[in-house]
């Protein structure tokens, strides 16, 4: 294929199937990845290839590693309890490095590609205070991208775009809705069972509910 394409990560979720609709509508060939780490459920995944169908990818990659190996979360660890009531501080649902490998994977296959742009579904507004969402961190991995590629040395550079970032749940909502995005194909609970029906409890499921009321959209999440 001819043209720019792009990297993006797809989780399958709300946010980043909101982020590969944008990419596309800014005229980029979209790749999408996903990632089988360890989490509590495999749902997040059959979300994502319906997904990256629905919105047309030229590829969706699934990458597996071993985040269960080292745990220290509860969406990796089944001994730790995904919490259904607001806490202070950063939450036990935080995954460590998470986002850092996950982009350092999509980096190593935009430089295959020859894509100079990667796209992440990470917000600074309606989130759980995880440090790896924040517009320092990614600002901060877009200069490691430039410095640790061969296409970065040689001039041909890395963007990281973070097109979320500033926006509340009910604008996401409310901009995947103006491009099209189905929500009812996405998964965004963290402890959701096999069919893919969310607690309604967990601090994910929230943050989609009042996304959604904000809107004044319909929610089509199937609860349990």
Request: aromatic residues 8%; glycine residues 12%.
């Amino acid at each position: 294929m001819t043209g720019k394409k792009a990297v993006v990560l797809l989780s399958g979720g709300l946010d980043s199937a909101t982020v590969v609709a944008m990419a596309k509508a800014n005229g980029y060939a979209c790749y999408s990845m996903s990632f089988d780490y360890g989490q509590r459920h495999r749902a997040e995944l059959q979300a994502a290839e319906r997904v990256a169908q629905h919105l047309g990818v030229v590829e969706h990659k699934v990458i597996g590693m071993n985040l269960n190996g080292i745990g220290g979360s509860a969406l990796t660890d089944s001994s730790i309890a995904v919490p259904e009531e607001l806490g202070e501080g950063i939450p036990v649902t935080y995954v460590p490095a998470r986002n850092t490998l996950f982009l350092s994977l999509a980096l190593g296959w935009a430089e295959v590609l020859n894509a100079q742009d990667i796209f992440i579904g990470v917000n600074a507004v309606d989130y759980s205070g995880y440090p790896d969402c924040r517009p320092e961190f990614v600002e901060a991995f877009e200069r490691l991208a430039n410095l640790a590629t061969k296409a970065g040395v040689e001039g041909r550079g890395f963007t990281i775009h973070a097109p979320l970032q500033s926006l509340s749940k009910g604008e996401i909502i409310q901009a995947g809705e103006r491009l099209g995005v189905d929500y009812s194909m996405t998964v965004s609970c963290y402890q959701a069972d096999e069919d893919g029906r969310a607690c309604g409890k967990c601090d994910s499921c929230r943050l989609r509910a009042v996304g959604f009321d904000e809107a004044g959209v319909p929610d089509p999440t199937r609860y349990k």
